[in-house]
């Protein structure tokens, strides 16, 4: 609401490692240290924009990218929780959970020379959420900029039952051109094909995207690199707490259906996502908690 950033601001003091500012639609943390950037809102507890210093942009948005609760923002990374994807059993529940839709709250901002840092947590566990989500949890984010940008999804189940969890940091990754791009790590794990009806696929080369892709990697390994050639960048992804990798770029067609990926968005961007989802779900036990977290970095080459 306006004026969440000057009460924020007031609240948080991080000098300059951590600004709130206020954008259309919601409010978002500004974070730097040296020449590093990046932006998380508050809607979503979404990481908005990563920029290492000389690099460039690492995050893909869309253009038509816009903040207001209740609607997902196409771009940076989503967070996917308590479900991946469709609902399991019910179509009319929304895809890919309901938190990245919804406000969070700030817990904890820090900064000093080396890494600015700020932790939200959400807390609108209220009735309505029952009716779609019928546990308690306590959920936590936490990000860390350096050179790196760290993202850690920490969940506590703090109710009496135990429960089933799919989620992903869905990150939307900016390349120069798709034609340019190599995808390197997943080589021999399995992938469960989600446009062929589930259809398990594998393949010891690196992934080149041509078509509409959308694979589930499934035991995979901690380290994805993801070669932009267009920009002279290779963009790596390390994880932990995750044993899915998502592989996902609309193409064309898909991206009319969307309608939000803006004048051939699918060719600047493609989603690598850390994940847990299919038979990689997680099991909570009352009491028990459990951290998803990757780290993005890039360097030339
Ligand atoms: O992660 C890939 C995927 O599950 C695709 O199937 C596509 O639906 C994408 O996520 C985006 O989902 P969204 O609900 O954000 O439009």
Redesign the pocket.
Known sequence: MAGDADKLNARFAAGDAVRFTERPGGCVANLRVADHTAVVALQGAQVLSFVPGGLGEVLWLSPLARLGAGK?V?GGI?V?WPW??PHPHEASK???GFVRARNWSVTEVAGDGDEARIALAFEDFDARLEALWPHKAALQIEVTLGETLRVALTTRNTGVAPFSLTQ?L?TYLRVGDIAEVRVEGLEGSPYID?LQAGRVGKSSRPIVIDGEV?R?YQDTADRVCVHDGAKGRVIEITKTGSRST?V?N?WIE?SVR?GDMGEDGYRRMV?V?T?NAGRDAVMLEPGARHTLSLAIRAHRG
């Open positions: 997902a196409r989503p996917c991946f994807g929304p895809a890919h992903a869905h989600q959308d589930i998502v996902w609309p898909k969307l989603c996502e994940a």
